[in-house]
């Protein structure tokens, strides 16, 4: 079975502070993607990153950086020099093999940035 | 290029009908996945159609099924509908086994 788990309910910061959500997951597979998704108040998903299982490289883009470590099967995300535009729930989730890789997701963290 | 479509945007209901929710996926896109996201969580996973069968079904009750045609558009019903059914209802499409892109959803409220 798959989990994700998103411990960060809800973060509230000053513009321009960085902000990072955890992730930690669990699955039986060895080869499994881990994704982030944005959630504004218009409702849609909007998709940010996808990671496979294999690489453990850290990804940077623009004010967006994600941080893989397998060792402890967590996959945040900072986000650097926050934007009032940042605010929105962002969800982790992860598909694997043994789920036909059907995505799983987190409960989601509500980030609120304040002018 | 459009992305995904849904329609209607938004739909009240009554407990006990039945409800439609239609989506129209990215073009060159061929598989549909449907998800549910209740009020502060993350969306939950109802089933996946592709080649107009259904290839994967999370844990939802028969209640809930679905259809794909030709053009690889599809349509998600809910038969008798509860309370709990309230949530907003989410399509995503991605040509099988690809990275799935969402449309804007459906917000179904049951009272």
């Known amino acids: 079975a798959q989990k994700v788990t998103q411990a960060q309910t809800e973060i509230s910061v000053v513009e321009k502070e960085d902000v990072t959500l955890d992730c930690v997951y669990e699955t039986r597979d060895t080869t499994y993607y881990l994704f982030w998704y944005k959630q504004p108040p218009s409702g849609e998903l909007v998709f940010l990153i996808r990671?496979?299982?294999?690489?453990?490289q850290n990804e940077i883009s623009g004010r967006y950086s994600w941080n893989f470590q397998k060792s402890t099967s967590s996959f945040n995300f900072t986000i650097t020099a926050s934007q009032v535009v940042d605010s929105a729930v962002y969800f982790c989730?992860?598909?694997?093999?043994?789920?036909?890789?059907?995505?799983?997701f987190g409960a989601g963290t509500t980030v609120t940035v304040r002018a | 290029d459009a992305g995904v479509t849904q329609s209607p945007t938004h739909l009240i209901k009554t407990r006990g009908q039945q409800v439609t929710l239609r989506c129209s996926p990215k073009?060159?896109?061929?598989?549909v996945s449907w998800y549910q996201q209740a009020l502060g969580q993350g969306p939950q996973f109802i089933f996946q159609y592709y080649e107009e069968e259904e290839r994967q079904r999370g844990n939802f009750p028969d209640r809930f099924s679905g259809h794909q045609f030709p053009n690889y558009s599809s349509e998600l019903n809910v038969n008798a509908l509860l309370l709990g059914d309230s949530a907003l209802y989410l399509c995503?499409?991605?040509?099988?086994?690809?990275?799935?892109?969402f449309g804007p959803g459906t917000r179904l409220t049951v009272t």
């Open positions: 989730a992860l598909s694997a093999a043994s789920n036909d890789y059907k995505l799983s």
């Open positions: 073009s060159g896109h061929d598989t």
């Open positions: 990671r496979n299982s294999f690489d453990e």
């Open positions: 995503a499409s991605s040509v099988l086994e690809g990275e799935q892109y």
